[in-house]
């Protein structure tokens, strides 16, 4: 089902949109949405690929879900909330390190 739809475009963007229809030989409508899909299908990639990667990672049994039972093992209150990572001042351990490789 088709729905109209009225924008206001900055004069720019119609005059590029136009340029691209004539090149294409299309009109124009038929240019913004395909534009449009583009976009929306890019928007959708990461996240179709990410549902793909752990699906193939849970059906070859490389993902399993935490059993409550590890939980309750290796976390003492898994209720409490996370605590946040200290902030201590100077330069992160990372590029020390790399500093320090560099006058090997």
């Known amino acids: ?3 109209e739809l009225t924008i206001r475009l900055p004069g ?6 136009e340029t691209r229809a004539e090149e294409k030989g299309r ?3 038929q240019v913004l949405l395909e534009e449009l899909e583009k976009v929306l299908e890019a ?8 549902e793909r990667v752990l699906e193939a990672l849970h059906s070859t049994g490389l ?3 935490i059993s409550t039972e590890l939980v309750h093992k290796y976390v003492s209150d898994p209720d409490s909330p ?3 990572p200290l902030k201590i001042p100077g330069q992160p351990l990372s590029e020390v390190i790399i500093e320090q490789r560099g006058k090997l």
């Not at 720019?12 to 949109?17: A, Q």
């Not at 928007?43 to 990410?50: G, L, N, S, V, Y």
Request: no cysteine.
């Open 12 to 17: 720019e963007l119609h005059r590029r949109l």
């Open 27 to 29: 009109p124009l409508d």
């Open 63 to 65: 993902i399993q879900p």
């Open 43 to 50: 928007e959708a990639e990461p996240t179709i690929k990410r």
């Open 1 to 3: 089902m088709a729905v």
């Open 82 to 84: 996370r605590q946040r």
